[in-house]
């Protein structure tokens, strides 16, 4: 499980130099940084590239450390093509996600691989269901992340991009569904499980009750 494989070290690497670059110019900080108002006027590299930017030290080895110890589940179980697409569609969908709750406040700036790790993790939990995070069960913290997740958007706690998180998340479990189908006959009650938050926030959006 805690394997350090190629491919997790290249994306380890991209994010250190990335970060470390951010922290010592700020200009290519701005530039490079998930930006709404920047977005929605045609900059649209920062969907991609806010993913491997970090606020500081402390926020960047969080992400690498959580991405060091879930990576492998997946790689070893899906292959590293699989894995990348992973990666880079939770990391997307995040920020998708994002721009979707956000859309009319171009201030509105966040940076950070979370939504991406957060993707790796959920994916990690439906692979291998006997998982277990500092020994809860990897489908029940999964269920109560996200449930903080809905919960952190709703009423905007702390400067933390909750809608970044659920959104990987989703980007994470939708792709692998895709990709091992054969969960839906041999896992169902997991993947089942795991849809509860995606309903909860699909129903409290359409109530109008996220904001």
């Known amino acids: 499980m805690y394997n350090l494989d190629p491919v997790t070290i290249a994306i380890i690497a991209a994010n250190v130099i990335m970060s470390l670059k951010g922290f010592d110019d700020r200009l290519f900080f701005e530039k490079y940084k998930f930006n709404v108002g920047s977005i929605r006027r045609g900059e649209q590299i920062r969907m991609f590239s806010s993913g ?10 969080f992400n690498m450390i959580t991405l060091f110890f879930f990576a492998h589940t997946v790689i070893r179980e899906l292959g590293n ?7 880079i569609a939770s990391l997307v969908f995040g920020n998708l996600l994002s721009l979707y709750f956000h859309k009319d406040e171009f201030w509105y700036s966040a940076v950070g691989a979370s939504g991406a790790v957060t993707g790796v993790l959920y994916a990690a939990i439906l692979i291998e269901p006997s998982l277990r995070i500092n020994f809860i069960p990897g489908y ?6 996200l449930l903080y997740s809905i919960y952190g958007m709703k009423n905007r706690i702390g400067n933390i ?14 792709v692998t569904l895709i990709l091992v189908p054969s969960l839906f006959k041999t896992d169902l009650g997991h993947v089942g499980l795991l849809a509860i938050p995606i ?13």
């Open 52 to 61: 491997f930017l970090h606020v500081d030290t402390k926020h960047l080895l």
């Open 81 to 87: 093509i699989n894995f990348i697409t992973i990666y």
């Open 140 to 145: 029940i913290f999964g269920v109560g992340y």
């Open 161 to 174: 991009g909750h809608d970044a998180h659920f959104g990987g998340a989703v980007g994470g479990y939708a």
């Open 199 to 211: 309903i909860i926030l699909f129903v409290l959006y359409k109530r109008g009750k996220l904001n």
